[in-house]
């Protein structure tokens, strides 16, 4: 029987794909960016489809974002600078726990402080910020697919985009990478709208954007959005491409967002242009930086990465290895900057000493539009082998995943909430359900129903989702001070200052968020506070040596974490 029910919600799934009803969203057809290889017959699709895609995508990168609390890492460290900034009013040089903190420009730290401002210090609203901007890029690609009249392949974009887990769960943490791959994204868009249209109004949008990005991460957004253009330009071999690198009223407009903050920082905090200008971003790439608080890897330490990055998705890269050469026609256009949006910064943080496993997400949109182009275009033929297997193994990797998940998650000894009950039933059941359709595709070849499977393999990562945050959530004692902070609160002594003994980013870094003040470090060895204690009078610095300790403690309670 229950295969029987599987079948007919496989069914209607892939019914509702093909929808020819009156409740369509059709390709509109105003200018040159709608002179596609498609048809817009071919390109229908129906309004579950694209509601079922949206509300996905609104669940993997909203729901239940303070599920565990802020970790013992950059998520604390982070978020304590913003707590500082709303609580001092001190809104230009960021500052953790009380002396300057100059790795990073501030609008993370600005959007954060607003977000604690409406809803509250909390995990919740500290994820806030980076969860919203990737929920906001995924609609992004799919309005710029509805533009060249391709809808199907933002629907699939937008699926691929919203549910591979790993980035999923990077965007749920309090890191400058979530919002940098948004605004480098809506930048590149932008300057995609404008070479196809030749309308100067999307140069001053993606100015715009540019602009916020360096603000938010500094020098590398410039260098990664400049090497993108330059090595798309150089695949087009024309000069136009290279245009809007010189377009005097974007860069005016950019100038006009970055340079206000810069020029103040530099005035009021001493030893900024070389700490924020030199060691930050040239010395980094090098690997000369000081402190040395980052990993220098091999060359090729992103190769086994990116296709972890991409999980469940994974086995569709082999759609690249036999896709066939993009024309000159607009989609051709598209896949070519794809390209030239993954190569370069690939390249880039190869080359580069400092590397960071979630460096690469800024690649992520362009991974996504080129998958739903290239799905759209062979689902569209009778019978393709290589999309059939790449779906039935994806198929298999989904179920896979959903055991280990749900094994973990009984295995976390934490009682299952009714939600936690259902979603394990749902997981039983999908399981069964992708077996199912796993035969139906590679075993009859059935083409429609290969639509249909990548709105399942979509939906089925949402209790995959919900399996890891509560196995994340069972770990939050060992992985956060939150805990620490609530003993320390209980205490009844007054006046009590709280100090920490020589870790803090590692071991301690959300106990002052959650202590709603600031801690001080006895013997630092934080490589984070290195720079701000060294600028800052020893009266006011956050890092204090053993004697001074010893002298305070003897006129004055303390806790030591």
């Not at 901007?133 to 509805?146: G, Q, S, T």
């Not at 100015?207 to 916020?212: P, Q, S, V, W």
């Not at 569709?316 to 190569?343: K, Q």
Request: charged content about 15%; proline content about 5%.
């Amino acid at each position: 029987m229950s295969l029987r029910v599987l079948n007919a919600i496989v069914l209607a799934l892939r019914n509702a794909s093909i929808n020819l009803g009156r409740h369509k969203f059709c390709a509109r057809k105003k200018n040159t960016l709608d002179l596609v290889l498609t048809t817009p017959a071919a390109d229908v699709v129906s309004i579950p489809v694209v509601a079922i895609a949206l509300l996905l995508s609104l669940f993997s990168f909203l729901y239940d974002p303070g599920r565990y609390p802020l970790l013992d890492n950059n998520e604390g460290l982070y978020a304590e600078i913003a707590r500082e900034m709303l609580e001092t009013g001190n809104f230009m040089i960021p500052h953790l726990l009380g002396v300057p903190y100059l790795e990073k420009p501030p609008l993370l730290y600005w959007l954060m402080a607003a977000s604690f401002y409406m809803f509250g210090p909390t995990a919740a609203s500290a994820r806030l910020i980076s969860a919203s901007a990737m929920l906001v890029l995924a609609p992004m690609l799919l309005l710029f697919c509805r533009r060249l009249g391709n809808l199907r392949a933002g629907i699939y974009a937008l699926l691929i985009f919203s549910t591979t887990v790993p980035a999923t769960l990077i965007s749920r943490t309090v890191i400058f990478d979530p919002l940098l791959t948004m605004l480098i994204g809506a930048c590149l868009l932008s300057y995609l709208q404008w070479y196809m249209s030749n309308k100067r109004s999307w140069l001053a949008t993606g100015a715009i954007f540019l602009a916020l990005a360096t603000l938010e991460k500094g020098g590398v957004a410039i260098i990664l959005v400049v090497g993108i253009i330059i090595f798309f330009s150089i695949s087009m071999r024309e000069r136009k491409a290279l245009q809007a690198l010189f377009d005097r009223r974007a860069i005016a407009l950019f100038l006009l967002l970055v340079l206000p903050w810069h020029i103040a920082a530099c005035v009021q905090q001493q030893d900024f242009a070389w700490f924020y200008v030199v060691n930050e971003h040239f010395l980094r790439f090098l690997g000369l930086r000081q402190p040395h608080d980052y990993h220098i890897e091999p060359f090729y330490y992103y190769a086994p990465r990116l296709p972890l990055l991409l999980l469940p998705w994974t086995p569709l890269l082999l759609l690249f290895f036999r896709s066939a050469r993009p024309g000159s026609d607009p989609i051709g256009l598209v896949i070519r900057f794809c390209r030239a949006w993954v190569l370069f910064p690939v390249l880039f943080f190869s080359i580069s000493r400092a590397k960071g496993g979630y460096y690469l997400l800024v690649i992520l949109p362009a991974v996504a539009l080129w998958l739903g182009i290239e799905i759209t275009r062979r689902t569209k033929l009778k019978i393709d082998r290589t999309l059939a297997c790449c779906i039935g193994i994806t198929l298999l990797l989904v179920a896979m995943a959903l055991g280990i998940a749900l094994f973990f998650t009984i295995d976390t000894r934490m009682p299952l909430t009714r939600m936690d009950s259902i979603i394990a039933i749902v997981v039983i059941y999908a399981t069964i359900g992708l077996l199912y359709s796993y035969r139906k595709i590679i075993v009859e070849k059935h083409h429609q129903t290969q639509s249909a499977a990548i709105v399942v393999i979509g939906l089925v990562t949402a209790p995959l989702l919900s399996m890891i945050l509560h196995t994340a959530q069972a770990r939050s004692a060992k992985d956060s001070s939150e805990e620490i902070a609530s003993i320390i609160q209980k205490q009844t002594v007054t006046n009590m200052k709280i100090f920490a003994y020589r870790d803090y980013e590692d071991v301690f870094s959300s106990l002052p968020f959650y202590l709603r003040k600031k801690i001080t470090i006895i013997d630092s060895v934080s490589q984070d506070l290195q720079f701000g204690c060294r600028v800052t009078q020893a009266e006011n610095s956050a890092c204090l040596s053993l004697s001074a300790f010893r002298n305070y403690h003897q006129h004055f309670p303390v806790a030591v974490a």
